[in-house]
């Protein structure tokens, strides 16, 4: 008899596609799989093994019987196997499924690979007969054996199924009987080969109806996570942008307090309102760095903090930080040294606002949480010893140390010390101003930078805070000795504010906050110069177009029409007497920070609100001095 194996080719070539995806996209670690998996395996071993019996049977007067009673007897084991990986597979859906009914499966393979064995013997069940197959007296047993293994396990799924979904249940009796009813089919045949056929088969059922839906399942909830992170990311921008826009509000009118407040202190000799001026700007500026920490935190947050490393000297950054904490220290009658390696080099490349910001919070905490004593900062620079030659493009380590002899802080707090809103022993600290803000911005910004920050502290006694921040090297010279420099410096700096004088010079100012305008002219005032205001963009174009201007100030925000519109409404005009005049952007929206980004949109320069007059009076004068140029 020849058989055809056609079937059995397409079903090893199915299950080669089955084994190849359940391998790679496919590919989980459940149980569920593994068993999938394996089954798979046990039908492709029998194909082969079915393939070539098929073979041996039909060059039956080739092949000596004994040879076809083992190969075929192979066939009936491998078979038996399959069936045991298909009924655990079925198994691990019922969870619930008694030992008995474990047992009994078990039992009733056990009686089947017997009966194969026993066969070998005595040929109950088949056998050869001059190179021909036989049925046995008993083949009819070994069908019952495998009918009975089927009917059991339907009972197990029947009675079990509360516990498993309906529609797993359905597709498992599918999977059940696809290799029975293809098995019945070959019977009818005779010669073409179906059960291997319908075992790849219901292989495919149990991977694409029971596996995909776990995997399914899985990708469904990966998308949910997606979708999830998505919603946070956008909730956490909003909360970015409400922070941008409530620094806007909460800056102008600042802006316009400080202002005015500035004029008061300037212009009015009366002692006690000069004092009640001075409590308004210390207030007013405490105020403003809170927001400042908000502003910077959420810019962070939002990865819209940008390094914006630039040229700078090193002294004037220590003199700053120096100039704006002294008074606080001497209130409180503390020792105040900044002190340097004279050696070290004296221009670097890096964000010196970063910088500055990363001294000015830690000499602030020093004097904060100091009673009594000292605070001190030193500053140090660690060469790289691989690079630069003549102190040029060298690089190496900025070392900034500030230590003071303050509370300190306990050890079981110092790793949460760089966490948000960490305040320690607050009642203590009651009467001490803070957000528990200020160290953890200066971490991120220290990590920003690629530093490192470290604390010692003992608790009473004091806190040393060092930070190393890498940075490069534009200038070789050294540095000299701060405390000296500082002398040199304070004998032949000049008084106050330098006002410079230019009358004739007209310059246009436009904000929607009346408030601002007046402190803008007020500002200005010394330098003689004209100043006009626009309260809107709609003004400013109209303005532009009777009167020449040198300098056009312009406030970003504002209703209807804002500054930038109005800024490229001037200069694409090119009818308009202005439309070459330096516009300089007024921003009170600290959080887009993109100096560059103005820039890029053509304005000359760009000033953030508060305004502060020194940085004011420098900005006009430059421009001034470059439109002259030009
Ligand atoms: P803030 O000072 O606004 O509370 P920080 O983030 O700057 O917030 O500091 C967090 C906490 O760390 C402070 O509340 C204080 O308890 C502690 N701390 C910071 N610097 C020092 C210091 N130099 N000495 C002692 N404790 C400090």
């Known amino acids: 008899m020849y058989y055809n194996i056609s079937y059995d080719i397409a079903a090893i070539l199915i299950l080669l596609v089955i084994v190849a995806v359940m391998n790679t996209v496919l590919y989980t670690e459940s149980a569920g799989h593994k068993l999938v998996r394996r089954y798979v395996y046990a039908v492709i071993a029998c194909a082969v093994i079915d393939i070539i019996t098929a073979y041996t049977i039909s060059y039956g007067y080739l092949v000596p019987d004994s040879l076809n009673m083992i190969l075929n007897s192979l066939y009936q084991y491998s078979s038996a196997f399959c069936v045991y990986c298909a009924m655990s597979t079925i198994l691990n859906y019922y969870p619930g499924a008694s030992k008995t009914s474990v047992l009994m499966n078990r039992i009733l393979l056990f009686l089947l690979v017997s009966f194969v064995t026993i066969n070998l013997f005595t040929g109950w069940m088949f056998y050869f007969e001059n190179g021909a197959y036989v049925h046995g007296r008993l083949y009819l047993i070994a069908y019952a054996l495998s009918l009975t293994i ?134 007013g500026n405490g105020l403003l760095s809170i927001i400042n920490d908000i502003l910077d935190l959420s810019k962070i947050e939002s990865g819209r903090m940008e390094i914006i490393p630039q040229d700078y000297e090193l002294y004037s950054v220590m003199n700053d930080c120096y100039q704006m904490n002294r008074m606080r220290a001497a209130e409180k009658g503390l020792e105040f040294v900044f002190e340097n390696d004279p050696g070290m080099p004296e221009g670097y490349f890096g964000d010196v606002v970063r910088i500055r910001q990363i001294m000015n919070n830690l000499v602030s905490n020093g004097i904060k949480y100091t009673v009594a004593g000292s605070v001190r900062l030193k500053a140090g620079f660690v060469r790289d010893p691989d690079t630069g030659e003549d102190g040029k493009n060298e690089h190496g380590i900025l070392v900034i140390s500030v230590s003071d002899t303050g509370i300190g802080i306990r050890k079981e707090d110092i790793d949460r010390l760089f966490e948000r809103f960490t305040r320690f022993e607050e009642n203590r600290n009651r009467n001490i101003e803070g957000t528990g803000l200020g160290l953890n911005i200066t971490w991120q910004l220290v990590n920003m930078m690629k530093g490192t920050i470290e604390v010692e502290s003992e608790y009473a006694k004091g806190s040393v805070f060092t930070v190393r921040i890498p940075q490069k090297v534009t200038s070789g010279k050294p540095m000299g000795d701060f405390s000296l420099r500082q002398k040199e410096h304070v004998s032949t700096a000049p008084g106050d504010t330098a006002y410079f004088r230019a009358r004739g010079k007209r310059i246009l100012v436009v904000d929607d906050v009346n408030m601002n305008l007046l402190v803008f002219k007020g500002l200005l005032r010394e330098t003689e110069m004209s100043i006009d205001s626009a309260n809107s963009g709609a003004e400013a174009i109209a303005m532009t177009k009777n009167t020449k201007y040198d300098i056009i100030f312009m406030d970003h925000l504002m209703p209807e029409m804002d500054g ?66 030009d």
């Open 564 to 629: 930038i519109e109005a800024f490229h409404r001037i200069r694409d005009d090119s009818g308009n007497i202005n439309h070459d005049t330096p516009v300089v952007a007024l921003t009170a929206n600290a959080i887009v920070g993109m100096r560059a980004s103005y820039l890029s949109e053509g304005f000359a320069d760009y000033l953030t609100k508060p305004v502060e007059q020194k940085e004011l009076l420098t900005v006009t004068e430059r421009q001034l001095k470059d439109h002259n140029e």
């Open 150 to 283: 089927i009917f059991h396990m339907l009972y197990v799924v029947l009675v079990n199924r509360a516990d498993t979904p309906r529609r797993i249940t359905r597709i498992i009796i599918l999977f059940l009987y696809l290799p029975t009813i293809f098995t019945v089919i070959q019977m009818l045949t005779n010669n073409i080969l179906l059960i291997v056929f319908g075992e790849a088969f219901s292989a495919l059922v149990m991977l694409f109806a029971l596996e995909t839906p776990d995997y399914r399942k899985l990708l469904k909830t990966m998308n949910e996570l997606e979708c999830a992170r998505e919603e946070a990311n956008v909730a956490n921008r909003t909360k970015s942008d409400f922070l941008a826009s409530m620094s806007h509000e909460i800056r102008t009118p600042i802006n316009g307090i400080l202002g005015m407040n500035t004029m008061i202190l300037r212009e009015c000799d009366d002692p006690k309102i000069t004092e009640y001026a001075e409590n308004i700007r210390i207030a």
